[in-house]
């Protein structure tokens, strides 16, 4: 399995607090992409990175910003949690070279 | 932006051979790939098409036609694990973006 862990798996926070997903790979690869996942609307992509310190919004990107200091994480930020934003939440990392992109287990996070 | 059309639902038979379409818009295209996702887990890579043609791997295979922004996941004969969620997915520059997903129940 590729190396790639998300955390927390689940949570549970109030509506109005900030939330910080992690998203740590020991690939070292380049790409990395956090998606939202609902019934009836796939995988939708929030944000992604080619690069650290290289960002750039996906199709859902409001009310989310992302941070990549170094290459191994990507860490996706609610900045103030709302009910809509309850979903699971995946992560996935991508070489150049290799067209498949791994995912992780997913975090269920809550908004309440 | 980018949009990815794919049938929500689709039944068969163990067995039998399903066709799962995906037509897509998008600019900069590179290639079309495909995932599998059970309940509850993770998706995980099926395939990918960079050319036009047919790339088999087993029991599936997937095709694509870039004149026509058209492809598909061909699934022979089904088996019961078959039963999942198939996403297609256009990968243009630094992005992969996935289709809202297409829901295989095999019966028996």
């Known amino acids: 399995d590729a190396g790639i862990t998300q955390s927390p798996r689940h949570k549970v926070t109030e509506t109005g607090t900030p939330v910080t997903l992690r998203c740590h790979q020991t690939e070292n690869h380049r790409y990395m992409y956090w998606y939202r996942q609902d019934p009836g609307h796939g995988l939708r992509l929030i944000h992604y990175s080619y690069g650290v310190k290289d960002t750039d919004k996906g199709e859902v990107s409001d009310g989310y910003s992302v941070s990549r200091s170094k290459t191994e994480d990507f860490l996706l930020t609610l900045e103030s949690a709302t009910s809509s934003q309850t979903s699971v939440y995946f992560c996935a990392i991508r070489t150049d070279e290799n067209t498949e992109a791994f995912f992780g287990q997913g975090t269920r996070l809550t908004v309440v | 932006g980018q949009s990815l059309e794919q049938p929500s639902e689709v039944t068969a038979v163990e067995g039998a051979i399903v066709q799962i379409n995906c037509t897509y818009q998008?600019?900069?295209?590179?290639?079309l790939s495909w995932y599998q996702q059970h309940d509850g887990g993770a998706p995980t890579f099926l395939s990918y098409?960079?050319?036009?043609g047919l790339e088999e791997t087993g029991r599936f295979s997937s095709f694509l036609s870039r004149s026509d922004s058209y492809g598909y996941l061909l699934l022979q004969e089904l088996q019961m694990k078959d039963s999942a969620s198939y996403f297609c997915a256009v990968q243009n520059d630094y992005k992969l973006s996935f289709g809202a997903g297409t829901t295989v129940t095999v019966r028996a």
């Open positions: 998008t600019s900069g295209f590179y290639g």
């Open positions: 098409n960079a050319l036009d």
